[in-house]
């Protein structure tokens, strides 16, 4: 578990914190061989949240005051709402 998903889960009224790692591959021209080179790497989380409980302002928070050494940067991106 990663200190930002920790931080995630922390806040009251989130139900569930996914991690998963999304890599870029960008082919090399260095021989003939077929060869590729990460060109970035990043973590994802998705959140579930209870939003009559969190505000996104709490989720942003908790993220920017993870600890760790790494620089954490937040944006938000809405996914589908569930319908009960």
Known sequence: MTAVQSALESVKGVTEA???LECKLVPTERSSLPRVRPSYTRLLYMVKYEPDKVKLEDLIKAVK???G??????????????KN
């Open 65 to 67: 005051n993870a600890p």
């Open 69 to 82: 050494m790494g620089y954490y940067e937040t944006k938000v991106k809405e996914g589908e709402q569930k």
């Open 18 to 20: 996914k991690v998963s």
